[in-house]
């Protein structure tokens, strides 16, 4: 088999495995699987409990519950909340809107601002503004996202009064959902921009002592000049791998981030139904995020395969 | 190809004067090379020679200031009535590519395997020169031609997909495409079989007398030096040991270290150097060669000088370090 | 060819342009005393990594000597959000109970959950990797193909999925940390196996009929020590992070006490809102500071690999 149908062979296989286990876990796990399947403390009639249970095939063996799921699966259905009393489905791709407004645009700027400035930082490692700025961005990566998020909610927030505590506004307008949304996207950004420095200077550190590099100054190229015509690209290739596997840990830490804000995205509504033992939200959350990170891999292993000449002539 | 007669030694294109290279390790202090002095005339080759690990390429990289941070330098290097050696690195940058031109041992390596060949050689255009890009690459790719490169898509290929002969020529290629006035070639045939070596080597002579450039050659291998070099150096353990017309060094070894490296060739009956090369890192006082030496007397504890042979009949003075002269 | 009496100490020419790359010229320090002389002289990798061993002793030693240091047993109850004074550094929680006790037991948690996440994970990641990397093949194409999977699940997502039903103790959950983090450690440990298989020494132990298992186990093993020791440092690190966010979405073991959890009884129970900084602030420095020095040591090990792979 060819190395792409190999690796579109194992996203598929990803996708398979990791629905296949959305569904045993809510009937694998202790407890009655109706209750795990429909959450815990919801009121309902006895009567209707055993419509329920007809309805969801709960007296039908796993094959055919199986059959079942992939059915709904494909139909875009993914459960009903009695919490919430409204269709899994909609909540989620209701939310998850405000999530990728928060998250996308600080990804990307947290993985461009960190490509560049942890390049840098690996290039001249021996200064001494870089290494503070390495020492800076590392106590950063090390931090747990929401804890630091904690802090400047309760500085800047609470304390000083600069930015609103809650939500995505207030009235609704251009500028009140900036202000709402300056914080928790410094944060965000900062958080990815951490992790992409670390990796990158890394990377570039590796490759400046490469006899390529050499023959580049031996040519007459000066400084930054070799950086940027010759290892960047080099160093980003190996590491693109790595920045979108990243990108399911950064989700999650968007995640956290919206907690702390009490922002109306998928991090709220996952906290609220883990409070609420909400389990149809969660799982379908499970799901929803799961296929964006495994989409994202798919993005960069397409983009490194056209980036990188090795791979494409072979 | 050797040519007697060339410019007069009192205006050399370089002077490298009294070089000394050592480098701080956790071993110690290696010291690479000790006093070494040349003179590189202008439209000659002066190919220095010497076993793997004798600072050759110490030497030749140190020119250019190319070195490893650890590395200490003292000495001058005049070119152009400037000491190179008390270049900036902005300054530096200006002559590398442009008026003195470097091709390293390793081509596969030394290129960015993910640049195509022709922007890889158009570089030193765009940079020193400031050439559109378009421009740049159609000279790239007319200099591949000189280097009878110019067909199978060879210009537009990574470096990858070239093998280590053509990857050699692309070097040659980045490195002269701005008509440098000097060209060091650091071991050029190294890697590569005995009929690529020698082709290569003589495009490299032969470019560098279309240009008028000099060509400071790096090598170990004797019979090639002889073939295209004007002059030879002989290196010992981080020293120059012997300097004449490449024939004359060839046909009558004055130093008992030339001697020996001549008799080890297949030619002259692999005869091996008895004994092992003396520490780089604690070197004996005296001459270098000493411990192993045919002729060896006392006085030979004592490090000699550099001293001038006269040889009427060679059109050329010898240097020659030993106390037998 | 005319080459003779190769080795006129190559090794220490070869040696010298490779440790140019890391140190400079190292001047004699003009400190006074031999310490200062000394960190003079150090580089800054060193010098960090230094600090990273010195804070990670420390919380080793927080956890080992809790009962020690703790001026307070931290269940027994005092009064109630008390700001930090004389008699509790740290003040009260909202049960009245030390905070200071609580973070010096809490590290125990913290180190006990990261290290048993970080173990697990390099077992599995090891054994995958060593047998991937020696038999290759088909057992090394299924396995990397595992590999690739078990990589993009998303980890904290499954964690809380699964932590939700489960309500797990904490060994629990450093349990399944474990088995969703080994996937680095397989690579790596793969790639360093792949090299080893191919030496002289090993194929021809091969050919003398040794058993597969005794050369994985006597001969490839020992060489990939030095490369997993960074990846398991590392892996601490992300589990720390990881235990500690699933504390403060609540779904770690109520029972015991991590930073994580006194992060989120400040979160929930009023601390943020009352102003009771100190109540979240020491816990979340505790996990910052430890995790920044395993990455620190992790990091320093990582790069003297890369150093010496580049060297040979």
Known sequence: MSLSGKKALRYLVALFLIFSLNFAIPRSMPGDPLTNLLGEDVMLTDSYVLELRAKMGLDRSWPEQYLEYWRDILKLDLGYSFHLHRSVSDIIFERMKWTLLLAVPALILGAVLGALSGARAGWKSGSCIHKMETAFFLAIYCTPPYFLSLIVLYLLSFKAGLFPLKGFYSTGSAVDIAHHLFLPMTMMTLFSLSRNYMIMRGSVLQEKGSLYAAFARAKGLYDEEILFRHVFKNALLPIITLLALDFGFILSGALFIEIVFSMNGMGSLIYDALLSRDYPILQGSFLIITIMVISANLLADLLYSRLDPRVRWQ | MSRLGAAPIDDPLLRVEGLSVSFDTAMGRVRAAQDVCLDLLKGETLAIVGETGCGKSVVANSILQLLPGNASVQGRVIFSGRDLLSLSEREMAEIRGREIAIVFQNPSLALNPIIKAEEQIAEPLQIHSHLPRSLSIQMAKDMLRRLRLGVGGVAESYPFQLSGGMNQRVMIAAAMILSPRIIIADEPSKGLDRLLARQVAEELSGLRDKMDASLLLITHDLLLARDISDRISVMYSGEVVETGESQAVFDHPLHPYTKALLDCLPQRGFHPIPGASPSMIDPPGGCKFYPRCRYKHDKCMQRPDMTEKRCPNEGMDREVRCWLY | ?312
């Open chain 3, 1 to 312: 060819m005319s080459e003779i009496n190769p080795g006129l100490d190559t090794d220490a020419i070869a040696m010298a342009i490779h440790e140019g790359e890391e140190s400079k010229c190292k001047k004699d320090g003009e400190g006074r005393t031999a310490l200062a002389r000394f960190i003079k002289k150090t580089s800054w990798a060193a010098k960090a990594s230094g600090l990273g061993l010195a804070l990670f002793s420390s919380f080793l030693a927080m956890a080992a000597l809790s009962s020690l240091l703790a001026p307070y047993d931290p269940w027994i109850r005092f009064e109630p959000y008390l700001w930090p004074g004389e008699e509790h550094l740290l003040g009260t929680n909202d049960l009245g109970q030390d905070i200071l006790s609580e973070l010096i037991y809490g590290s125990r948690v913290s180190l006990i959950v990261g290290f048993g996440a970080a173990l697990m994970a390099t077992i599995i990641g090891t054994t995958i990797g060593l047998f991937s990397g020696y038999f290759k093949g088909t057992v090394d194409e299924i396995l990397m193909g595992l590999t690739d999977i078990f990589l993009m699940i998303p980890q904290i997502p499954l964690i809380i999925v699964l932590a939700a039903f489960l309500r797990p103790s904490f060994w629990m959950v450093a349990l399944l940390m474990g088995s969703l983090w080994w996937t680095s450690t397989a690579r790596v440990v793969r790639s360093k196996a792949l090299q080893v298989s191919e030496m002289g020494y090993v194929r021809a132990k091969r050919a003398l009929g040794f058993s597969s298992l005794h050369i994985m186990l006597s001969d490839v093993l020992p060489n990939i020590c030095h490369v997993v020791m960074p990846k398991f440092l590392l892996s601490i690190a992300s589990a720390m992070i990881a235990e500690a966010s699933i504390s403060f979405l609540g779904l770690g073991d109520p029972a015991t006490k991590s930073w994580g959890m006194m992060i989120n009884f400040a979160f929930s129970r009023g601390g943020f809102i009352n102003g009771y900084w100190w109540w979240y602030l020491a816990p979340g420095l505790c996990i910052t500071l430890f995790v920044m020095s395993v990455v620190l040591v992790g990091h320093f090990l990582e790069e003297k690999e890369i150093s010496t792979l580049r060297s040979e």
